[in-house]
């Protein structure tokens, strides 16, 4: 029976891209790669202004630091090394040539001839994140206390489909990701971890996994934030994963079909993560697809392959509509972490009305905080009394501005205390477009 969550919300899913085909985005003029993919660590470029780099070619690092390489994505020129307001970009200009470097590594062994340390580090090597942390970090820093593997097939934010594409699309570059995890974690099994209601992926997924010693499927109910890694073991296990802690102190670990992917290909081509799946949807970009980009790919360019924005287009979010960061413009890219580009129009925009005491934001918060207070707070500059209502539990899923009647920016305020009392970020905005609230 399919499981679920205390709070959340049923979100309509806005995913007419996921029934048709991802195409692939391979042209782009220029790409600019963040040498900060994940949890704000810089990289240190290894490429200059001036010089020709391959695809696959490492072109940053920090060796010192828990973090993983990043990989030219197109062949080219680096056309500039420059810091863009606190990031460095290595910006290469495609020579649409898509020569490879010579410098891949496949694995021609049997993969039981490689170590478990063997098979982190070339997942390393390859630059592949997981859940915002270097995939290596998931397989070498908790071998042995990670039981349960779960392959994260639930995309519970609205107009992300990008996932269920890959799974329709190339299962057995998922199946065999998930095996190799499997070997890597000493474990038995992987769990798959579908919605119940899509009905195409689960006969596929049952289908795919006709090997029970090695598979199961699970489901959960459709519901928003079920795809974020803790909500997804809580809502499958009921087990909770604190705030700060990491999913494989409790004895999970959680991969996206992308990421089991990533981690195949790395093994079988050497190809590093140089890829990325996106959806680009919302009501002001005139072809929604789902797309596989270099990474680094600019919005503009990811737009006008799209056919361009509509008029009324007003505001670029990076990922999700619940959880994803407002751009700043059309010359942001794609990151490892980036999963959807949304151009939306102001049209659904709330305002501010303030807050009605309804309860609402209580009833949806799938942490049991009491986002109305924590908003009142921030709000205020009371950061203290924020800290005493255990913000930093909060995960930021932004249902509660969501369902607010309101407007109130809930989310916002939240990210406000957290950076005021120590260091997260507030540059980005949870879109609340009061849609379904
Ligand atoms: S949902 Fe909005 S209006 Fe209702 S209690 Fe929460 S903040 Fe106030
Ligand atoms: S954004 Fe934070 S406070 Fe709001 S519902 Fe999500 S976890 Fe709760």
Redo the contacts with the bound molecule.
Sequence with gaps: MAQTIS?GIRIDGRKSTGTKNAVAFTEPRLVAISMKQHSGIPLIPSVAEGDHVDIGQCIGDNRGAPCCPVHASVSGTVKAVENRGGEVFAVIENDMLYTVTPELEPVDVPLTELSAEDIADRVRKAGIISGGVPACEKLSATAGSVKRLIINCVESEPYLASARRLLLEQPESVIKGAKVLVYALGIRRAVFAAEDGDKELLELLDSRTADKQLFSVKTVKAKY?QSGERELINALYGKEVPAGKRPEEYGFTVFTPEEAAAVYRALATGMPFVHKRITVAGDAIKSPCCLVVPIGATAEEIAEFCGGVKKRFSRLVLGGLMAGKTAESLQCSVGKGTDALLFLSAEKEKKNSGCIRCGR?VR????R?M?HL?AAYAEKGKYGKCASLDVF?????????YVCPGGVP??ED?RRAKAALGGADVTGE?LNDGKDA
């Design positions: 709070g934030p934001c949806a918060c799938p942490m905080l986002p924590l539990s909060c995960t930021e899923c932004g249902c509660c501005a809930i989310t939240i949870v």
